[in-house]
């Protein structure tokens, strides 16, 4: 299997905060890859789903993607304007994370910005490789593949010098 290396995340200062930054683009609306990163069943092909009311501002998540049986996270939802933004928090046992996606419509295609706040201390060296491999596997899913055919082994520990490096030079 061929390793991947190259890494496109930066972490980028956000309201005085370093943010881990990562894109990609779809050829898609707006509205389309919204509904991949918002509707529990699209969701649960690339990475887990959800259950419960999101007009409450609180939901349950479930990363299957890891774990079918996956213990159920809260999320708190901050920010939703949809198909333009959301963000929102996790109630981590490890520690909170931030999460956000922005799409920006470029024409036929769609940019979606996503990124973690990161937290002092936190291992980037891991969770960089993670969103890149996350990603990519809603990249496959949104172009009719199956979301197995995106290997975990040619992202870590690949891509965990590149991302240490990256935090260190910030």
């Not at 290396?5 to 930054?21: E, F, Q, R, S, Y």
Request: aromatic share 12%; proline share 6%; with cysteine.
């Amino acid at each position: 299997m061929t390793e991947r290396t190259a890494i496109t995340g930066t972490v980028t200062d956000i309201d005085g905060l370093p943010n881990l930054v990562l894109t990609r683009t779809f050829a898609a609306r707006a509205a389309d890859v919204w509904r991949e990163l918002t509707e529990s069943a699209r969701l649960a092909r690339w990475i887990g789903r959800w259950e419960g009311d999101p007009k409450s501002g609180r939901i349950a998540f479930f990363m299957t993607a890891e774990d079918e049986d996956a213990p159920p996270e809260e999320y708190t939802i901050l920010e939703c304007d949809p198909p333009r933004r959301f963000a929102g928090d996790t109630s981590a046992a490890t520690g909170s994370w931030h999460l956000w996606f922005e799409l920006i419509e470029k024409g036929e295609a769609t940019l979606l910005v996503f990124g973690q706040r990161l937290n002092p201390g936190e291992d980037v060296g891991s969770i960089g490789p993670g969103w890149e491999y996350y990603l990519d596997r809603l990249v496959a899913v949104h172009k009719g593949r199956d979301a197995s055919t995106v290997a975990w082994s040619t992202y870590f520990p690949t891509m965990q010098p590149a991302y240490e490096r990256l935090v260190a030079a910030g």
